[in-house]
């Protein structure tokens, strides 16, 4: 295991907590970050029904999953055996069956028949079905939505998991620069994402890196107005932009980050808009700090940038850890106006600051962990346009 059994317990015990808290007895999260997170649980299985039950007095949570997927729930999780329960095969694609009526069936025996039941009603891997075939199973108890308990929980990091991110961290250094020395005039973007997942695969000489959950980002000339496009067989041409975004990643934790790069002299606008987007990170990074809230530090990124005569509309950042496809944000605080999230020391987040106009764009970001003094670059990547001549 990447942690050790106390690491578990404590986040068990802030789990319950905020159990407790809503009034739940009984959560059921099939998010593949929270089952790592209280767990240890990492299987590229999330693509079946599954899920990790926490009650607020059992010894252990329950992971219950494929038969077939018992073994890596042996291997990765910290748990006993007994807390291991597998459903069977037969309930694999079945359209008259499925696995939360065996999740159902398995709470009742257990005695939650008639609980509050917590689940996530907004996560990609529990589906309408599943929320119908658990409350059809369990008929006499209350569900509630827990609104992302386990996702606030995560948060606040340990000091073990910052100094995981840390190893990514120098992961993803690897990474910006395997793209800037295989971006080339007459290359082709797909070779480029060769080296870059070669980099991210390859880590670094003490350990190795983990896959992303996200595709490598990468547009290029005109598509670098676009936020999220990623690659194709074109040639890079001499005059344009390309921007990457991925991570390195280590132990299922993430550290994403941006470049821009230009081959060849860049344009002045292109210039201008990179000294607006500096000059608002450092103000962003400085105002990130224990006790301000989520919307000071997006406040003091756009007075920044309006004193250079820049705009930008979506926010600029957003809560960063584990991450399973097909997202390393972890959907809880978000750098923008209106999110009064007060900041606490070892919070982590993606700092974005992409500007995207009619056929030209520029991204730059900066993964930061919250500090005493402020927001703690993670990285030691150079923030400013990256050209080669």
């Known amino acids: 295991?990447?942690?050790?059994?106390?690491?578990?317990?404590?986040?068990?015990?802030?789990?319950?907590?905020?159990?407790?808290?809503?009034?739940?007895?009984?959560?059921?999260?099939?998010?593949?970050?929270?089952?790592?997170?209280?767990?240890?649980?990492?299987?590229?299985?999330?693509?079946?029904?599954?899920?990790?039950?926490?009650?607020?007095?059992?010894?252990?949570?329950?992971?219950?999953?494929?038969?077939?997927?018992?073994?890596?729930?042996?291997?990765?999780?910290?748990?006993?055996?007994?807390?291991?329960?597998?459903?069977?095969?037969?309930?694999?694609?079945?359209?008259?069956?499925?696995?939360?009526?065996?999740?159902?069936?398995?709470?009742?025996?257990?005695?939650?028949?008639?609980?509050?039941?917590?689940?996530?009603?907004?996560c990609y891997f529990f589906t309408p079905r599943c929320r119908d075939a658990l409350k059809t199973a369990l008929p006499n108890a209350s569900f509630v939505d827990t609104d992302r308990l386990v996702n606030w929980v995560r948060l606040v990091k340990s000091d073990a998991e910052i100094e995981v991110m840390a190893q990514a961290a120098r992961v993803t250094e690897g990474i910006m620069a395997a793209f800037f020395d295989a971006v080339e005039p007459g290359v082709r973007e797909c070779d480029v994402i060769a080296k870059v997942y070669g980099a991210q695969a390859g880590g670094t000489t003490e350990y190795g890196g983990d896959y992303c959950c996200v595709a490598p980002m990468m547009p290029t000339g005109t598509g670098t107005s676009a936020a999220h496009l990623t690659w194709s067989d074109r040639r890079f041409v001499k005059g344009e932009a390309a921007f990457l975004e991925t991570a390195g990643v280590r132990h299922r934790y993430h550290v994403p980050m941006v470049r821009t790069l230009h081959l060849g002299a860049p344009p002045q606008r292109l210039l201008d808009t990179c000294k607006a987007v500096v000059d608002g990170i450092d103000e962003a990074i400085a105002a990130a700090r224990p006790g301000s809230r989520c919307e000071d530090v997006e406040a003091a990124w756009r007075r920044t940038i309006a004193r250079h005569g820049v705009t930008k509309k979506s926010r600029i950042g957003y809560s960063i850890g584990i991450g399973y496809p097909p997202d390393w944000g972890e959907h809880t605080a978000s750098l923008r106006s209106g999110d009064e999230t007060v900041l606490e020391e070892n919070m982590t987040f993606h700092a974005v600051c992409g500007i995207w106009k009619d056929d030209w764009g520029l991204n730059i970001s900066e993964p930061i962990r919250i500090s005493k003094a402020g927001g703690v670059r993670f990285a030691d990547v150079p923030r400013d346009l990256l050209v080669k001549t």
């Open 1 to 122: 295991m990447v942690f050790d059994r106390n690491e578990f317990v404590q986040r068990l015990t802030s789990c319950r907590d905020a159990m407790a808290k809503r009034g739940v007895d009984v959560l059921v999260d099939s998010d593949p970050a929270n089952m790592n997170y209280l767990t240890g649980y990492d299987g590229w299985s999330f693509y079946v029904p599954q899920a990790v039950v926490v009650t607020l007095d059992d010894d252990e949570p329950l992971w219950i999953g494929r038969g077939v997927d018992v073994g890596g729930a042996r291997l990765t999780t910290y748990l006993s055996d007994d807390s291991i329960i597998e459903w069977p095969d037969h309930l694999v694609d079945n359209p008259d069956e499925h696995p939360m009526d065996f999740i159902g069936a398995v709470l009742a025996e257990r005695g939650h028949g008639n609980a509050v039941i917590g689940i996530e009603r907004d």
